[in-house]
């Protein structure tokens, strides 16, 4: 089992950064892979970005290549989401999740923070 507590949203100017972190206990994090997802209001949530157990392979929907960046740091059990040149139709819920290796569907989920990004 792997809790996972997500921070670091809040409200933020269109053109601003926010990095998300997601900090994880109860297993060791370098056993699974990483995602974020977000859902805004009325929407099904969706894919943001993905990186491996060992950091070496990411992933990024459209919509965030060039903008976020996901990263990990095994030894503090803790992964983050910068993200810059934030837009208004960014505004959702941030969900952080885990997989172990070797499995596709992510099994563990945070409770979510809230970015809103203000035009």
């Known amino acids: 089992q792997v809790q996972l507590v997500e921070s670091g949203g809040g409200l933020v100017q269109a053109g601003g950064s926010l990095r998300l972190s997601c900090a994880a206990s109860g297993r060791i994090l370098s056993a699974y892979g990483m995602g974020w997802f977000r859902q805004a209001p009325g929407k099904e949530r969706e894919f943001v970005a993905a990186?491996?157990?060992?950091?070496?392979?990411?992933d990024y929907a459209d919509s965030v290549k060039g903008r976020f960046t996901i990263s990990r740091d095994n030894a503090k059990n803790t992964v983050y989401l910068q993200m810059n040149s934030l837009k208004p139709e960014d505004t959702a819920v941030y969900y952080c999740?885990?997989?172990?290796?070797?499995?596709?569907?992510?099994?563990?989920w945070g409770q979510g923070t809230q970015v809103t990004v203000s035009s």
């Open positions: 990186i491996s157990w060992s950091g070496g392979s990411t």
């Open positions: 999740a885990a997989r172990p290796r070797g499995v596709t569907a992510f099994r563990y």
